[in-house]
């Protein structure tokens, strides 16, 4: 995967753009697991990116811990709406967040909304990538 660093972004003119108007923080918070959360999978890699004006933009990498999370990252988006009323449309920021861990699926992707001052978690199942020798891809 081809990525743009956060440092290199900072030195382009797409980056004031995107901070204009992505002001606020919110925190995202990562649970990698699988058997229905029963088994944390420690050491999952974690990339957290976002398409800006034609490069993919890599805003953190990280692994999990033992316990199969990744707290309080940080990541730029829309300032809070504090008129907000129920059937308004809430201002977020979209980002990719991608788990990768060998052993497991390839790659799990997901799309996440980052709110302004708020918290967001996200759980990723992971599912072993059992190899069955001896049986075909027919099941025989």
């Given amino acids: 995967m081809n990525f743009t660093t956060l440092e290199e972004f900072k030195k382009t003119e797409s980056y004031q753009k995107f901070i204009e108007e992505n002001p606020s923080t919110g925190r995202l918070k990562v649970e990698v697991f699988t058997a229905y959360k029963a088994v944390p999978i420690p050491d999952t890699e974690i990339l957290i990116t976002k398409d800006i004006d034609g490069s993919k933009v890599l805003f953190f990498r990280g692994l999990t811990d033992s316990s199969g999370m990744i707290s309080n990252i940080e990541l730029p988006s829309k300032a809070e709406d ?35 001052n708020t918290g967001v978690i996200q759980y990723i199942k992971m599912i072993p990538d059992v190899e069955m020798e001896g049986i075909d891809q027919n099941g025989s």
Avoid: L, S
């Avoid at 788990?99 to 909304?113: L, M, N, P, S, T």
């Fill in 82 to 116: 504090k008129n907000y009323k129920p059937g308004d449309t809430a201002q977020y920021t979209m980002y990719d967040v991608i788990a990768i861990h060998e052993g497991y699926e390839r790659i799990k992707k997901y799309d996440v909304a980052i709110f302004g």
